[in-house]
T-cell receptor
Framework: QQPVQSPQAVILREGEDAVINCSSS?????VHWYRQKHGEAPVFLMI?????EQMRHEKISASFNEKKQQSSLYLTASQLSYSGTYFC???FGGGADGLTFGKGTHLIIQP | DAGVIQSPRHEVTEMGQEVTLRCKPI?????LFWYRQTMMRGLELLIY????????DSGMPEDRFSAKMPNASFSTLKIQPSEPRDSAVYFC????????????????FGPGTRLTVT
């Protein structure tokens, strides 16, 4: 039931765009996106809810395709501060279920 | 708000010893989660509580692991006896999520406890 994230790693130049995908084999109630920097705790980015709209956080946006059980995170005009590991966390039942996280996507932004 | 507070931040212990990790959630949050992170297994959900009641402990790896939430502002995760394979970073997270309304909210993670069992 662990969601599958792709790609596993991405190296970008500052200003380039990236897309990170998250796929589940089980129907989803919501998808949560987090970013974790080395040695730190995961930090919340956004939630995509079943039936909800596409979300945006600064130059980062995300979509949720319920039928395909997939979510994508879009990083536009990447900044050095975007470097880190991105995790999608899936929720199946709603109402504060614990999250099942993917293995993460390592994003490196070079100047 | 101080955020989620975990203690200790680092713990080094010998195999066979008892280890207790502590967590104070954000005030007003009614859901609390314990996760474990390792290079091999990634970020795993161990157990979570809603209104101090354990909801799902299916992620707890063995009977050596136990968790309690005696009140809304405190939770513990205990490992007894500890083994080298328990070495990991243990995160506690809290949220406003409500199982009655099915409303879901973001989870706020504490800084983690880095456990090393030798």
């Amino acid at each position: 039931q662990q969601p599958v994230q792709s790609p596993q790693a991405v190296i970008l130049r500052e200003g380039e765009d990236a897309v990170i995908n998250c796929s589940s084999s089980k129907a989803l109630y919501s998808v949560h996106w987090y970013r974790q920097k080395h040695g730190e705790a995961p930090v919340f980015l956004m939630i995509l809810l079943k039936g909800g709209e596409q979300m945006r956080h600064e130059k980062i946006s995300a979509s949720f395709n319920e039928k395909k059980q997939q979510s994508s995170l879009y990083l536009t005009a990447s900044q050095l501060s975007y470097s880190g590991t991105y995790f999608c966390g899936t929720e199946f039942g709603g109402g504060a279920d614990g999250l099942t996280f993917g293995k993460g996507t390592h994003l490196i932004i070079q100047p | 708000d101080a955020g989620v507070i975990q203690s200790p931040r680092h713990e080094v212990t010998e195999m066979g010893q008892e280890v207790t990790l502590r967590c104070k959630p954000i005030s007003g949050h009614n859901s609390l989660f314990w996760y474990r992170q390792t290079m091999m297994r990634g970020l795993e959900l161990l157990i979570y509580f809603n209104n101090n009641v354990p909801i799902d402990d299916s992620g707890m790896p063995e009977d050596r692991f136990s968790a309690k939430m005696p009140n809304a502002s405190f939770s513990t995760l205990k490992i007894q006896p500890s083994e080298p394979r328990d070495s990991a970073v243990y995160f506690c997270a809290s949220s406003l999520g409500d199982r009655l309304t099915l409303l879901t909210y973001e989870q706020y993670f504490g800084p983690g406890t880095r456990l090393t069992v030798t």
